[in-house]
């Protein structure tokens, strides 16, 4: 089959590889017929996240229609469509009966080297390096999807790929962002990042809510969809001081909920500062650029609410813990535990209270996905989004 | 977590004090009055006969030090608890510039006690010796052992994990080293592990103790190619969570090469590999299989985790 492999920094390729084959009892194998390039897998691409190995096969935002059945699988049908969450989770550990899918205690097979650097291990995921699993990704025509029966949802209705494919990582991921807000009536919520995954967050924290919705990012064209998603105000961190935007804009109070969707390798307009984190991540003296989750502590309301969203490896340098303890904020993160989203976001899209597809730019074949990956990296040509088709 | 075998960090804080003993040993031999000019006790005859007496010591100390043997320490502990009473004696009646030289030297050595104390200390936690005995056979030829242990939370009724755990014949399909267990009698077992090199050790082992739904305990027969024991023990988790599975495992490594074929069979990372077999035993109970990747075909696996295969799926 054809897969997307990551050579190594800034080298994706799309080659010829064996096709998967099930390896226990409860896989199934998916043909893909629509599959995304994510926000996060550009830190593979730009080479942040350590344990890749040349030839990895990336993707995690994959569906397709199930071709072949593990015995354990009961649940499926070889025909049936699926769209397939990021997170592999096994239903039966206690992190999994409590709903926190993307930290199931199984699915990790390689949880001792993700104890050396994070303590505990998260769940396996697809296509993201050896730390969380070294599973094969779905930027290919063929996945191996294990624990099928408890991942993948069925798509019965006359629903397009595109309009349920985001339901596999970014729509619950936003989501996720937005609800651990406790969004209540008259709230502000500011989104940093107005990426695929803020973009989701701004429309969630308008369902679930919000009085006004603001985006921060520094793309013109992003902030344009931004407002098309229900933002309420945009900022451009290029041109605004974004304290003081947020603070005139609330009155001097702050956000109530402040949603980092950018995650470590973000940028600031100063470039004394921006050069500091590139400074230090560079010689390994710290992992990621922190600008958007440092912005976001001191911008928040004091009581108020930090949702993490955007994804972070390691280690971070000047983290305001000050302002953290002093003004008794919280914050809440953790990648997105989609299974439990998929039921209800998928009533939402199929009720028509959301269209996913305004976020999508582009749509190339597989065989384009180095291509899209650099245009998406580089932000050519307006793009916010690549679906690749197998 | 934790493993018998010496740590590495243990071992060279040990060299480190071998090396202060032997430089300390040979300047007090070479030139005792100096030492005792630069300690500020030249004025004492005594100090000038004791002098290449505690040089000696601190030669004989230097060898197992050097050696990287932390234990050794001890004998420095108490060497430095003389010398400290002797130098304490001695300033109290000294003054001025001696008097400043001797607090100084004092000083020093009240350091150097401190790391040795350290070293000495953390030499029993890591060599845990009577741990292990208390666990290995009486009949065990063994200068050291290697005494591991892992602890993890299973999502299921203790009966439950008590008795998949008692399936000795079943062990293997989650140790990752044992090749077979069969019955050979009645509480008694035949283990088949494998070793480096293609070869295979294998003893009987008898269980010792069993409580159901607490613990299982059992050791090597004598005759064993290596002696062993382990014990494991069922809790009922707090919360309704399941059952704290704890297990403690101890292989007594003889000296000589029989000894370092037993290292060898645990490889540089002993824990690591008792806390994979207990993921994949876990892995068992709550989801019915091994978990795989295509980076990871076996399992959770030490030896695996420092050479990942590609996340390619193989042809």
Not at chain 2, 291 to 315: C, D, F, H, I, N
Request: glycine share 10%; charged share 25%; net charge neutral.
């Amino acid at each position: 089959m054809r897969a997307t492999q990551w050579m190594g920094k800034n080298h994706v390729e799309v080659n010829e590889v064996p096709d998967p084959r099930l390896l226990n009892d409860r896989d199934a194998i998916v043909k893909v017929t629509s599959t995304a390039i994510c926000g996060s897998d550009l830190h593979l691409y730009d080479g942040f996240i350590p344990t890749m190995k040349k030839g990895d096969i990336l993707g995690h935002e994959f569906m397709g229609e199930v071709v072949e059945v593990g015995r354990g699988v009961s649940n499926l049908r070889v025909g049936d469509r699926v769209v397939v969450p990021f997170p592999i989770a096994c239903g039966a550990c206690n992190a999994c009966e409590r709903g926190l899918f993307s930290v199931c205690e199984n699915s990790n097979p390689n949880a001792g080297m993700a104890e050396k650097l994070w303590g505990h291990s998260p769940c396996g995921i697809f296509g993201y390096s050896h730390l969380v699993g070294g599973y094969p990704g779905g930027q290919a025509e063929y996945a191996r999807v294990p624990f099928a029966d408890v991942g993948p949802f069925k798509v019965e209705d006359d629903l397009t790929d595109e309009q349920v494919l985001f339901l596999t990582d970014i729509f619950p991921t936003g989501y996720m962002g937005a609800e651990m807000c406790d969004i209540s009536p008259g709230d502000v919520v500011a989104v940093w990042g107005a990426g695929p995954v803020g973009l989701f967050a701004v429309a969630s924290a308008k369902m679930l809510g919000a009085e006004r919705v603001v985006a921060i990012d520094r793309f013109g064209y992003r902030l344009d969809k931004a407002r098309e998603a229900g933002a309420t105000d945009v900022l451009n961190y290029e041109e605004v001081d974004v304290l003081d935007a947020l603070n005139e804009l609330t009155a001097g109070r702050g956000p109530d909920g402040c949603i980092d969707a950018v995650g470590l390798e973000a940028t600031h307009p100063t470039t004394a500062v921006d050069a500091y984190d590139r400074a230090k991540t560079a010689v390994m003296a710290e992992t990621e650029r922190p600008h958007a989750l440092r912005e976001a502590i001191m911008a928040c309301r004091s009581g108020g609410t930090v949702s993490v969203i955007g994804v972070y490896g390691g280690l971070m340098d000047k983290f305001p813990v000050g302002s953290l303890m002093n003004r008794s904020l919280t914050v809440r993160t953790g990648q997105a535990h989609v299974h439990r989203y998929l039921k209800p976001l998928y009533e939402k899209i199929r009720d028509g209270e959301i269209d996913p597809t305004f976020l999508i730019s582009h749509t190339l074949p597989l065989d384009r996905a180095p291509e899209g990956y650099r245009m998406f990296r580089d932000k050519e040509d307006d793009c916010t989004k690549v679906v690749l088709k197998p | 977590m934790s493993s018998s075998r010496t740590r590495p960090a243990a071992r060279r804080t040990a060299r480190v004090l071998g090396l202060a003993s032997a430089g300390l040993g040979v300047a007090m031999l070479r030139d005792p009055k100096g030492v005792a000019r630069v300690s500020g006790v030249d004025d004492s005859a005594t100090a000038l006969s004791v002098i290449p007496l505690v040089g000696a010591r601190e030669l004989l100390h230097a060898l197992p030090l050097l050696a990287g043997r932390p234990g050794w320490a001890w004998t420095r502990v108490a060497g430095d608890a003389v010398d400290l009473t002797a130098m304490g004696v001695a300033l109290s009646h000294r003054g001025g510039e001696r008097g400043r030289r001797l607090r100084t030297a004092t000083a020093a050595v009240a350091g150097l006690a401190a790391l040795d104390l350290l070293t000495a200390a953390r030499s029993r936690r890591a060599g845990s010796r009577s741990a292990a005995r208390e666990l290995l056979p009486s009949s065990a030829p063994w200068k050291s052992a290697i005494d591991v242990s892992a602890a993890a939370t299973v999502n299921r009724p203790p009966q439950e994990v008590h008795a998949r755990w008692h399936d000795f014949s079943r062990l293997p399909e989650f140790m990752a080293h044992v090749r077979e267990v069969r019955p050979a009698g009645i509480g008694r077992w035949h283990w088949v592990a494998e070793a480096p090199g293609r070869r295979t050790v294998e003893w009987v082992a008898e269980v010792v103790e069993e409580s159901p739904g607490e613990r299982i305990r059992w050791r090597s027969l004598p005759g064993a190619d290596v002696e062993n024991a382990g014990v494991v023990e069922f809790r009922p988790a707090p919360g309704d969570q399941g059952t704290e599975v704890r297990v403690r495992l101890a292989y007594a490594q003889p000296g000589g090469k029989a000894g370092k074929a037993v290292a060898k069979l645990f490889g540089e990372a002993p824990d690591q590999q008792v806390r994979d077999d207990l993921a994949r035993f876990k892995q068992i109970l709550e989801t019915g299989q091994v978990v795989r990747s295509e980076g990871t075909p076996e399992g959770p696996l030490a030896r695996r985790m420092a050479k990942q295969q590609p996340a390619v799926p193989r042809s």
